[in-house]
């Protein structure tokens, strides 16, 4: 008996629900503690730099600047432009300039104070608008575009323009960044972090310290949430605590509370895009072209790659018959941002739902009409603007069963007919789809790795390259592990992530954790499996031979696994293997913006139900209806509940959450009393939720699909909906200005404009 | 030296500053690292425990936000922390995370559990809206709770008569009065009010402190630690809700959640305002005193003490003085107590029947956060439908809770209509002087004020003291107009 396809229960939750589960500030090691000391202003020169007073108090142990970096001073992902330590220009307000290393927190705080830290402010871009007007940018602008946009425009019946703008978004994983570094002999450093990629720390890590990354080893037991906010960002304290370790001869740990961690770490990018469209009388899209600025923060790290991917879902699951849309990152002095569920394309179907639902507005149609036959259809309406051909579109099947089982149009109608009676509070109702491309998008970041051991009494341990973060991705490759290797679950067991088992892997990002590893370590599981096999005949005197629940069955008999796995033993049979994936087929080549980046799609549509007050601006979501694209899902109790977090995260994210920065580049809200992620009140009591049935998609693991960030996009139908019940405020036909995030206040603006079309 | 019950053992917490929170002293000193912490604010629910405090049928299980509570605050008293309920079988509040998914990442999940531990013992949670209500404390980044709440429903109220449930009648908090001295702090807890005065004699700089929800975060978020603290907690005839001859008395070391289980019955106003409360965990903790004591323009309770008339109760050891709420807030953060005198209590007279009366709270989400713009508002009419009382109070829209007072003129001796409401809201700008932060800007203060006072002309048009509907989103209700 298989628990693939099956619900399984979180392969921690037991250990989630005792307090039991450690994550690395549990971990019960003696370590030193630090703090950082953060640059005082958004830009500026350092002009004296002096910690030999914070060396002198009492509990300090020791202070570190660029100075005491052995190797490069730098931790830059992907382009070397992010300093470990500032040395001579600060560059964001709470940049690293310094570590206090000391035996208590109380003790590092007052060595911060005693820094002597002297900056002579310079002009400061603390606006996404700011860097636009000054020509402030981190990447040169990169275009797709399929055919002729210009020509396109001429004589269309109707040209809409417009300008979308959306918020960042902090993580708020509940478990702040932390990383634990222990000293091992030779100068060699063990670090236990809270991270979405090991690899990268590994590595960043050996250039911070000038040795190989044989000499260092990065473990990941679990994290307490990442969302994109530990691929990158966790690798600088996690430098500087093995920077401190090694010099120091002792453990030590670097950790941020909320409000450091909110405000030196990057965010989601925020977008602003400037678009016009065509379409023709009846709705259909004829053109888009489009300008999107990403605010990239004062450092590259994974921007141009997000910026990108907004430019992939900047059709959604629409085909425009000539698009060109093209893309910048913008250089602030604000932290630097990054990775966030989504990876930018978010942000992009953003643009093109508002598009969509202008275009509705316009023409008083209804918007899932509009939505509806804009879809990609067959050839030639199945080619993206970077000239992917659409396979396997399963959107219509999808939109077509979600309209029917939410009742799309009754509810509508029932609708009108409440908003018509009554005056201050209107319902709004909508359904958006979603697209969304799964790959990295680098293409060489499409590998995996895994290493399984067997042990005779028929237990296994599995490593993989993936981290946990909640995701549910352990518990997937338990039960891969389990089915490939005949096991029963519980004789499975999910390692802490580490480089020493799993090397060179790539990022547990970009919703790729289990199509990546499953394979790898379904690859692992066979060979050991194929090794056993012949025991099993000898054993069960039989030819055919099949392994599952724990057992080995064949020619009428079984046996426990455990005792294939023990005459394996005597036989002398190795039972441990690595295996490796590399997705086929993928590619994109930049110079000329065309490629299959994407190895399949997935897909989802969802139905929001609003209710507005046209006093407050204060809104609630009644009802959301998900029917999604899990393909044949490897767990579906785990997918759902990607499905469901993922979709209020997004609503979060287009509603309630606002990251604001005061005009000196300080971050207003930066802890949850003035930064609001949904609370249990937001999520609508009616959330139904349900995986597209019979969805088994070809060449992935076990016929899966993905579903670590599509479903936060799923959001946009609040969005849409929330617009719907605007409008009912004002006139027909009323165009609806509502910014993102859609804050009571954004709201309530939006209903004064709509009334005063009336 | 502080004393206290964790765990079902005794426990005796040496050489620790009497700042020092309970979040801290179990990870750091203890190493139960079950508790965790993620904003040492109250916010997100994490550091979540139970404390056994006396409710009114009984010792009862409370969740509060252990990052906010110093160790001298669970003196005397009896804790359960996540670490504490590992036995043989699951808690059945952990029995139904586990088995609805409700944990993802799993770091929330410790605070969830002691939270639906609470649940689990309560009979009154009776309504989806009411398990939200229990839970909004706890955020949680990954599940989007819809399996957090499958669980609540199945454990709220159940009651199971197991070890907890059977040890309770016997935690009750005990003598809870201390006297401490340590690493340079004084941290007192009297008894009687002889010894408060005589503290106060002996160090008149000390300051107050009772549920800790508010001074708390000087020490977890500032990281400055108050010399001398002086707890109200213990004196108990200041915690006592009652009502005489039409006046509501409220002690003011009653909790919101007292004072919430108080009014659900006798001030549909105050109930409705307390509703939206911070959360479970603040509520349980956090107190009537302490949130008009610090005069803050966002406070909840005071512009619906303010609508409804009332006077706040000062005590020092030589008087007890009564003075008009209005004139108690003197300006911003400044009130009329003066040296070594405590507020006792607020007097609220239960309005006629013929009043219309109504307390909205505006915030950017519902549940948890602080006040955009609050209101009370209360208008009573004669006969004819001649206004003979007008108190239109406001929150968030001056430096200090502030009544609009050129509005309440205008209306009095004119018949109580729209025409009239949306005349009086035109004149909300003489009195309220919004300013914009990231919770909104002044424009959108200024103007929710003015909708608030036109949506409770509407919503009084039937039901003149109009009840909180369940579960409702928009704080104006639809209502007598439709
Ligand atoms: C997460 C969170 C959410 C919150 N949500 C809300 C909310 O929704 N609405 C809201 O209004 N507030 C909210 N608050 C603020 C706070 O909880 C309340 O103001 C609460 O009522 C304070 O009571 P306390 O007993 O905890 O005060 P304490 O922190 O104990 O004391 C606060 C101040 O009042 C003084 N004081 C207390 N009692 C007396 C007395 N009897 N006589 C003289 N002085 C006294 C103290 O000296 C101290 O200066 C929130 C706080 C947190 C942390
Ligand atoms: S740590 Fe967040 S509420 Fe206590
Ligand atoms: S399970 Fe991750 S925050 Fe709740």
Same mark, same amino acid.
């Given at each position: ?48 730099? /002096? ?243 990403? /605010? ?203 480089? /020493? ?258 | ?328 807030? =003197? ?57 003979? =009382? ?20 205008? =209306? ?71």
């Amino acid at each position: 008996m298989s628990t693939l396809h099956q619900p399984q229960l979180h392969e921690s939750g037991k250990l989630h629900v005792t307090g039991e589960a450690r994550y690395v500030d549990d971990l019960a090691v003696p370590a030193l503690v630090a703090q950082v000391v953060p640059a005082p202003v958004a830009h500026g020169r350092i002009r004296r730099l /002096d910690v030999t007073r914070a060396r002198a108090v009492p509990g300090v142990v020791a202070v570190f600047t660029h100075r005491d970096v052995p190797g490069e001073n730098q931790v830059g992902p992907v382009i070397h432009d992010e300093e470990l330590f500032a040395f001579d220009t600060v560059r964001f307000l709470g940049q690293s300039v310094a570590l206090v290393v000391a035996e208590s927190y109380a003790a590092a705080r007052a060595g911060v104070k005693a820094v002597e830290l002297e900056v002579d402010p310079l002009p400061a871009i603390t606006t996404l608008d700011e860097a636009l007007a000054k020509g402030s940018f981190l990447t040169d602008p990169h275009t797709m575009q399929r055919g002729d946009v210009e020509a396109a425009f001429v004589g269309a019946p109707l040209v809409l323009q417009g300008q979308v703008r959306t918020g960042g978004q902090d993580h708020f994983y509940l478990e702040t960044q932390c990383s634990l570094a222990l000293p091992e002999e030779g100068g060699t450093v063990r670090v236990i972090s809270s991270t979405q990629h090991p690899s990268e720390v590994q590595t960043i890590l050996s250039h911070v310290l000038g040795v190989g990354r044989s000499s260092i080893v990065v473990e990941v037991p679990r994290m307490g949430g990442g969302f994109g906010g530990k691929e990158t960002q966790a690798a600088p304290y996690a430098a500087m605590a093995a920077l401190a370790a090694v010099k120091l001869r002792k453990a030590v740990k670097v950790w941020l509370n909320r409000d450091q961690d909110m405000m030196w770490t990057g965010k989601r990018h925020p977008f602003l895009s400037n678009w016009r469209a065509a379409f023709d009388a009846q709705g259909r899209i004829l053109a888009l072209d489009a300008k999107l600025y990403a /605010d990239g923060g004062f450092s590259s790290d994974l921007s141009r790659a997000i910026c990108d991917r907004a430019l992939y879902h900047a059709d959604n699951a629409y085909f425009v018959p000539a698009i060109r849309v093209t893309g910048q990152v913008a250089k602030t002095n604000l932290p630097s941002n990054t990775a966030f569920r989504g990876f930018g394309g978010p942000q992009g179907m953003a643009l093109v739902e508002e598009v969509m639902s202008r275009a509705a507005e316009r023409l008083g149609l209804d918007p899932a009409t509009v939505r509806a036959q804009n879809f990609y259809g067959d050839a030639p309406r199945n080619v993206t603007q970077y000239h992917q051909t659409v396979t396997e579109n399963r959107i219509g099947r999808i939109w077509s069963e979600l309209l029917e089982s939410s009742r799309y149009a009754q509810r509508r109608a029932e609708l009108e007919a409440f908003n018509a009676g009554s005056a201050h509070h209107k319902w709004g109702l909508a359904i958006t789809p979603v697209k969304f491309g799964i790959s990295f998008t680098t293409s060489f970041l499409n590998q995996a790795g895994a290493l399984v051991v067997v042990y005779a009494d028929g237990t296994a341990q599995v490593n993989h390259g993936g981290t946990e973060m909640g995701q549910g991705l352990h518990t997937k490759i338990r039960a891969i592990a389990a089915h490939e290797l005949g096991l029963d679950v519980s004789d499975v067991r999910v390692m802490t992530t580490a480089t /020493d088992k799993v090397p060179n892997t790539s990022a547990t990002a970009a919703s790729s954790g289990s199509d990546l590893n499953g394979q790898a370590v379904k690859a692992a599981c066979e060979t050991v499996r194929e090794r056993l096999v012949p025991i099993a005949q000898k054993l069960l005197g039989a030819e055919a031979v099949s392994f599952a629940g724990g057992f080995a069955t064949g020619g009428g008999k079984a046996v426990p696994m455990r005792e294939v796995t023990q005459a394996a033993y005597l036989a002398q049979v190795s039972m441990s293997a690595t295996g490796y994936y590399r997705t086929p087929g993928i590619n994109y080549d930049r110079a000329t913006a065309k490629g299959k980046p994407f190895h399949y799609f997935a897909y989802g549509a969802a139905v929001a139900e609003v209710e507005l007050s046209g006093l407050t601006g204060e809104h609630r979501v009644r009802r959301v209806d998900i029917l999604h694209d899990a393909g044949r899902s490897l767990s579906p109790s785990i997918d759902v509940g990607q499905v469901e977090g993922g979709f209020i995260q997004g609503v979060g994210w287009l509603t309630c959450e606002e990251v604001r920065f005061d005009g000196k580049g300080f971050l207003a809200t930066h802890s949850p009393d003035t930064y609001k992620i949904p609370a249990c009140g937001d999520t609508p009591t009616e959330f139904h939720v349900k995986l597209l049935e019979n969805a088994a998609q070809e060449g992935v693991i076990h016929g899966s699909k993905a579903v670590g960030e599509p479903p936060l996009m799923l959001a946009l139908s609040v969005v849409a909906a929330l617009r719907h019940a605007v409008s009912a405020f004002g006139p027909a036909k009323t165009e609806v200005e509502l910014a993102m995030p859609c804050t009571p206040e954004a709201l309530l603006f939006a209903v004064e404009h709509a009334k005063s079309k009336g | 030296m502080i004393r206290f019950n964790l765990n079902g053992a005794w426990v005796e917490a040496s050489d620790v500053a009497p700042t020092t929170t309970l979040l801290r002293w179990l990870r750091d000193t203890r190493g139960l690292s079950g508790t965790k912490e993620g904003c040492a604010e109250g916010d997100c629910g994490a550091c979540t425990v139970a404390v056994v405090e006396q409710g009114a049928k009984g010792p009862e299980y409370r969740a509060v936000n252990s990052c906010l509570l110093l160790l001298p605050m669970v003196h005397g008293k009896h804790v359960v922390t996540v670490d504490g309920l590992k036995r043989e079988q699951l808690h059945p509040a952990q029995q139904a995370l586990a088995e609805a998914l409700g944990s993802q990442c799993g770091y929330c999940t410790p605070g969830v559990v002691m939270t639906l531990f609470e649940a689990t013992y309560r009979g009154d949670l009776d309504a989806p809206w009411k398990l939200d209500d229990q839970l909004c404390g706890n955020l949680c980044r990954c599940t989007g709770y819809r399996p957090i709440r499958e669980a609540a429903q199945q454990v709220a109220g159940t009651c199971p008569a197991d070890e907890f449930s059977k040890a309770l009648p016997a935690s009750a908090p005990a003598d809870t009065s201390l006297q401490l001295e340590r690493a340079g702090q004084r941290f007192t807890t009297p008894a009687t009010f002889d010894a408060l005065w005589d503290e106060l004699d002996a160090h008149p700089d000390a300051r107050f402190v009772v549920g800790g929800t508010d001074l708390s975060l000087e020490i977890t978020k500032r990281f400055q630690a108050p010399p001398k603290l002086v707890s109200l907690e213990a004196l108990a005839p200041l915690r006592a809700l009652t009502e005489v001859d039409g006046v509501l008395r409220l002690g003011a070391t009653a909790t919101i959640s007292e004072l919430e289980a108080f009014t659900a019955a006798r001030s549909p106003a105050i109930h409705r305002m307390v509703r939206y409360f911070g959360a479970r965990q603040i509520k349980h903790r956090g107190t009537i005193g302490g949130n008009l004591c610090t005069a803050s323009p966002i406070g909840d309770l005071a512009p619906v003490f303010l609508s409804l008339g009332a006077t706040a109760v000062l005590r020092s050891r030589a008087t007890e003085r009564r003075v008009p709420l209005h004139e108690f807030f =003197v300006a911003y953060r400044k009130t009329a107590l003066g040296p070594k005198e405590v507020l006792a209590a607020i007097e609220v007279p239960r309005p006629s029947p013929t009043a219309r009366s109504v307390a909205y709270k505006v915030s950017k989400r519902r549940e948890l956060d602080i006040s955009t713009v609050s209101a009370g508002l209360f208008v009573d009419t004669d006969a004819s439908n001649l206004v003979t =009382v007008a108190r239109f109070a406001f929150g968030g829209v001056a430096a200090t809770p502030k009544r609009a007072t050129a509005a309440e003129r205008a =209306v009095v001796g004119k018949p109580w209509t729209r025409e009239t409401a949306l005349a009086a809201s035109k004149l909300l700008g003489e009195d309220l002087t919004p300013l914009s932060d990231h919770r909104g800007s002044a424009n959108y203060r200024a103007l929710v004020a003015r909708n608030l006072l036109v949506g409770f002309f509407d919503e009084t048009l039937t039901v003149r003291q109009p009840a909180l509907q369940s579960g409702h989103a928009a704080t104006v209700q639809p209502g007598g107009l439709s």
